[in-house]
């Protein structure tokens, strides 16, 4: 992501961040007259994450600011002759200095769209310099944004569509941008809500919060209550003792349950009701600070009840330990309890917010077990994907001077496929995508109800045949010679985007645990041509065959 | 970690950054005129990271420029206004505006020092609501700064002294930011190089780097080699056709080593040459393109014999996939060959880079298994702590107006400790540190000498004497009254007292698996403390005896 100034305004990632064997390649390049040949990068990951069927794709936003302003101050172009090797020609420090990205063409597929493993999510191509400058930063900008977004629809798939989720991971990113990085892209995977002010402040993104524990052990008794009274909602402007008012409704409350008053801590019921004071319709505390049941619970009824009688309506509680399913059936029990005793209807709408270390397992445990969570709040295992940490996207070289290029690992796995290409979905009759199809950019396009022939990649080497419903280009044009070609979406587009792109996707392959894999395939002509490069019997044989 | 301007200028970290719930706290103390009470804060973690006995406090720095840059603007403070409920009274803008750190006082542990899990590693002093304010953002610049560090410090262990770290994780990290704090906290846990240039830019870390696949696959035969000559280094100024050199050298490489050279990739030989005429002096290919035994390794000895012959020193080779042990043993045995069979002595000297996902795991099997790598890259796992990606952290209230504050969890483990402490190591005769001290901060300090009953944490409640042969203050005071009163370290001293730091600390406490826990405990009167609050017992009984 982009990184930002305290006044908000955004900033591009800087082109020296990326790794220096771009600049001693770059050289290379430029010394042997090479650095304008035109040549295509590709960008993809290996690996769908987390043992997933499907990925998001994010961090084409920032891509796009990161090219439009690409360009080497004379700082940087200084620094770089400081730690280039000293016969580097001071020429090449010239034709940095004039460097931007107005030869370069992005071609890429819709940030938010679902995406595969060894699907080319994003074409670079323009000179072969300047395209081999960007690979790093490009990396780094979807990477993380791409992984956090995935891990985030995950989080949303486990919690089903009606909970909300809070997201609350600053302080466990790497670092204020990690920070930012992260409630900007798992708002956009599907999480409703941040703790993170300033990413509401630059994103926009709805923020919320109420109180840690500390709050509740700042205090230890009722006489720390100020102002000790609150004016009710309407009518009478006589401020009423709240104190003596929550003194009764606690009193009963506890007669209500069969609770022992003397367990009560007198500092949680004062930080309850100094907090309801301060914020009379925004009511929801940490209530677990030490015991829910014997305290926590008990001060919060008797607060609440108390606003309610003054016509406010207390919002809920949050659970910060323990089981949260268990305690939150509990508590609302006791809500229930409190409003058909009391005839308190607001007693009815009480949310509860469960935060503990939740991790996508514990939340999909929550729509297992009963529970009565409303608000589920996840830090740590969201920002830092705790289950798989980095995704692996790469940047690989696949033509110059229109020539295919090939890396032939001897890993299978890492060899690459080469060649300049369109990308197209195929539908089936019920309009979800069931094959990508990667052919060679010349070849046209699928037609909808015509059978064709591709080789599914990670397979052997045997064909299929498929006939689409429905045939959609993946990837659009989004930046050309220098400009930005396709609206920059809002992240409330491309969160919108995330859900629709996610519902068409079939049940199977948004299973969490052991989906059913989705197909990508190479073309017959694009099989073909990988078939030839490898048995080096190509035209362009790189053999060096006498010497 | 700070955020920087493109121009490399160190700019804080935003005070909006920060969960939500700091300010509507802040706002119900400072309603409750209690933002104004003595608070105090500390920071600590309650495990150490990856399993081991240590881990490393870093980001220091960070939480100094912080605190001196804390104050909100005006912009800030508008959109706080449109986020905290509509019920919030506008003075408290008006007190957030003027708000600073002035009042502040941070004593902590000095930045690289090796520290344990449960000390109290920054006690944060101060006016309640000021402090409540500093939480996120102070835990958001320790955790993953200290995280990472250790985490690199694992690695220098796991690789032993000897060899040279190379950080290259930049495309796998949090972003733009997150990249650059894993670059500079990483060198400072004992990397060596960055492949990050804009943490060379910011932080004077050694940068280096050479070529990567998509380089070498962008060649495909000799004719795109341009120059086709070098000039040898001393002596005759005339141009020497370095590819007739090359491939008369490659002949005799292909004879010595029984190799076919129908099987040499051209277009590697051709890359190669490429790059060793833009920098001679520089010659360090990745050797996997294709094949290493059949095409780099030979390709790297024919361009590597033909500069030497010119009289340059070509560096070496990375490799970066496959067994690398093995591979690096096959290629040495080479270069030893070429050595003795052409008396080019330089072969005796060229180093072997290895970078293939390493983990620490990896890292520690070098050591075991036979191999002469000379340098390791380290990207994904070093910057994502794999292993373990967050530290967890925590800041917790402890006093408030003299009196200390303790935060009785259900589960023993989230218990606090309550009460201002000061913290002393205590050393053997040998020097090593054998226990780490929690005292009130009334008590006197221990003496050499003396022996002392304390409470070990984490175990049953029974003391044990221990008599130190030293013993150090742990902490120092280095923010007052909004001004840093230590001077700040620089990366290099940093890095250098993390080395120091690890030197003194007995090997059973480094073991990377299973290492003996270092016992943290507290003193008897602190101890004493805990139980009498633990039991409501203290003076300060905050039970709610009546209602």
Chains 1, 2 share one sequence.
């Not at 936003?61 to 280039?84: A, K, M, N």
């Not at 200095?97 to 994003?122: I, K, N, Q, Y």
Request: proline share 6%; hydrophobic share 40%; glycine share 8%.
């Amino acid at each position: 992501m982009a990184l930002y100034s305290s006044s908000g305004v955004i900033r591009r990632a800087p082109p020296l961040l990326t790794d220096l064997y771009q600049f001693t390649m770059a050289y290379a390049y430029w010394r042997a007259g090479r650095h304008q040949e035109p040549a295509v990068f590709e960008l993809f990951f290996r690996d769908n994450p987390f043992g997933g069927g499907f990925s998001l794709f994010a961090g084409l936003h920032d891509c796009l600011l990161f090219l439009r302003s690409f360009r080497f101050t004379d700082e940087d172009v200084e620094f770089l002759r400081s730690v280039l090797p000293p016969a580097t020609d001071p020429a090449f420090f010239q034709f940095l200095r004039g460097l931007d990205c107005s030869g370069v063409t992005l071609r890429s597929v819709p940030e938010g769209t679902v995406v595969f493993a060894r699907v080319p999510l994003m074409e670079v191509a323009g000179p072969l310099a300047v395209v081999q400058l960007l690979e790093t930063s490009l990396l780094c900008l979807v990477n993380y944004a791409s992984l956090v977004c995935s891990n985030a629809a995950r989080f949303r798939l486990a919690a089903g569509p009606r909970r909300k989720l809070l997201e609350m991971g600053l302080r466990r990113a790497q670092g204020p941008d990690g920070g930012l990085t992260a409630s900007r892209y798992t708002h956009i995977g599907g999480f409703d809500l941040t703790s993170n002010v300033q990413a509401g402040f630059l994103f926009g993104i709805p923020v919320a919060g109420t109180m840690a524990h500390s709050y509740v052990t700042s205090f230890t008794s009722l006489e720390e209550v100020w102002p000790q009274t609150l004016v009710a909602v309407s009518g009478d402007p006589d401020p009423v003792d709240i104190i003596s008012l929550t003194k009764g409704w606690l009193s009963r409350v506890c007669e209500l349950l069969g609770a022992e008053p003397g367990k009560i801590r007198e500092g949680e019921l004062a930080a309850f009701l100094s907090y309801a004071i301060s914020y009379p319709q925004n009511f929801l505390p940490v209530i677990d600070s030490y015991s829910v049941g014997c305290s926590g619970l008990l001060n919060f009824c008797a607060v609440a009840l108390a606003l309610c009688e003054l016509g406010y309506r207390p919002v809920g509680v949050r659970l910060d330990s323990g089981d949260l399913c268990r305690q939150s059936v509990d508590v609302r029990r006791v809500f229930r309890l409190c409003s058909e005793h009391f005839s308190i209807s607001a007693f009815d709408s009480l949310i509860i917010v469960g935060t503990n270390n939740i991790s996508e397992q514990s939340m999909a445990e929550l729509n297992k077990k009963e529970n009565q969570i409303d608000v589920v709040g996840v830090g740590t295992h969201l920002v830092t994907c705790t289950k798989q940490p980095s995704l692996g996207c790469v940047y690989k070289l696949v033509e110059v001077r229109g020539r295919p290029r090939m890396k032939i690992s001897e890993d299978p796995q890492k060899s690459t496929v080469p060649g300049r290409k369109s990308v197209y979905r195929l539908l089936d009759a019920d309009g979800h995508p069931f094959l990508d199809l990667a052919c060679l950019a010349v070849e046209s396009p699928p037609e909808a109800g015509v059978s064709l022939r591709c080789f599914p990649l990670g397979c052997d080497d045997s064909p299929v045949s498929v006939t689409p419903a429905q045939a959609t280009c993946l990837r659009q044009d989004v930046f050309t010679k220098g400009q930005v070609t396709h609206p920059l979406c809002s992240a409330a587009e491309t969160r919108a985007k995330v859900q629709s792109s996610l519902q068409t996707l079939h049940p199977r392959h948004k299973r969490l645990q052991e989906p059913d894999p989705y197909i990508v395939a190479l073309s017959e002509k694009l099989h073909n041509l990988v078939t030839e490069i490898r048995k080096g019997s190509s035209n362009n044989s790189n053999f060096l065959l006498a010497n």
